[in-house]
């Protein structure tokens, strides 16, 4: 078949920090302890005052044994990761038989603590996805997964919907050796959006089920586990390729109808042609144009990039965490809402 398009993969990969999983070292203090070496621990690194933020966002002082345990715990473990000024901390903090999400934003000489609630795990029955097709290589769907890949989609409008439409979705062990060969030194690779030439795919890795332990994405009043984040990022790469994909299979339609030069009409000669050229132009995507022409940066550190990562990382708090990323950008916040046009 003539092949006039040769196509570079465009790869997306999603990364998260590890090593935050690891156990609680203070699980079997008492509630004493606990009180004793945050007290401690806030004298040596200048946190005089915390306050804890109730669910209408109003804060409120507290002495450390007004802290409920898990606060305790949660002010404890951000100590232990070398806090930096003026960050926000998801944990998910062990209690009995759950994990509750602890928001706690550290800013010397006071911390702020948002107690949530437990995270519940996602599953789902296969039939509750629709829309996108899904595939295997080495690894086998289960509930987790889809449960995720249903919670992410359920988020999605219906323009964004049909954008994705037959998109193949890929359960990995591990990503393929010549991709990861391409971002090492990036992180851990999770889960990434593949555009290549004959096929795009959106290939979920164990890593990107399993998601990290220790933290957790959304409000905390409504966590969810960090790979949500991850897979609705990696959606959001998907729906900005959208129509460059569905550009993609009408030249491949005309190649097949007309497999020589010769076969071709002077129509289908022009229509491809068009295409090739609009194809070829630098900005295949105008959702990514748009957001550029409006952006010049992005609501998380690993957003800053580029433009399309800027894009998939508001995309993904948009259906996340809407008041997260308007509290970051509310000028994206406001894209979202009036002239995003996906
Ligand atoms: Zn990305």
Not at 85 to 104: G, S
Not at 121 to 144: E, R
Not at 195 to 222: E, K
């Amino acid at each position: 078949m003539l092949r006039l398009l040769p196509l570079l993969p465009l790869l997306c990969a999603a990364t998260f920090e590890t090593g935050d999983s690891e156990p609680y070292p203070h699980e079997s203090f008492s509630d004493k302890q606990l009180a004793r070496s945050l007290k401690k621990a806030n004298r040596a690194s200048g946190i005089e005052e915390i306050l804890v933020r109730d669910e209408r966002g109003e804060t409120q002082a507290k002495k450390t044994r007004e802290l409920p345990r898990v606060g305790l715990s949660a002010l404890l473990r951000v100590h232990g990761l070398s806090p930096a000024k003026d960050t926000v901390y998801r944990l998910l903090v062990p209690a009995e038989d759950d994990r509750i999400a602890i928001v706690v934003t550290w800013e010397p000489p006071r911390a702020v603590v948002e107690v949530g609630v437990a995270l519940e795990p996602l599953h789902a029955d296969q039939d509750a996805i629709s829309v996108v097709v899904l595939d295997q290589d080495g690894a086998v769907w289960d509930g987790a997964a889809w449960g995720l890949l249903a919670d992410a989609l359920s988020r999605l409008t219906d323009v964004e919907l049909k954008r994705i439409e037959g998109l193949r979705v890929v359960r990995m062990e591990a990503p393929p050796p010549g991709v990861r060969a391409q971002i090492e030194g990036d992180g851990r690779l999770v889960a990434l959006y593949d555009q290549r030439d004959d096929q795009s795919s959106l290939i979920l890795t164990n890593y990107a089920v399993q998601g990290n332990l220790g933290s957790f994405c959304g409000p905390a009043a409504d966590p969810r586990p960090t790979s949500l984040h991850t897979v609705l990022h990696e959606l959001g790469h998907a729906v900005h390729q959208g129509r460059f994909r569905a550009r993609l299979q009408e030249i491949r339609a005309l190649e097949s109808a007309f497999p020589t030069p010769e076969g071709k009409t002077r129509e289908a000669i022009g229509r491809h042609m068009a295409l090739t050229k609009e194809h070829k132009s630098e900005e295949v995507s105008p959702v990514i144009a748009a957001w550029k022409a409006q952006f010049d940066s992005s609501p998380t550190e690993y957003g800053n990039t580029s433009a399309p990562e800027a894009f998939a990382e508001a995309f993904a708090l948009y259906h996340l965490d809407p008041q997260a990323l308007h509290r970051a950008m509310p000028d994206a916040h406001a894209w979202f809402e009036s002239d995003y046009d996906p």
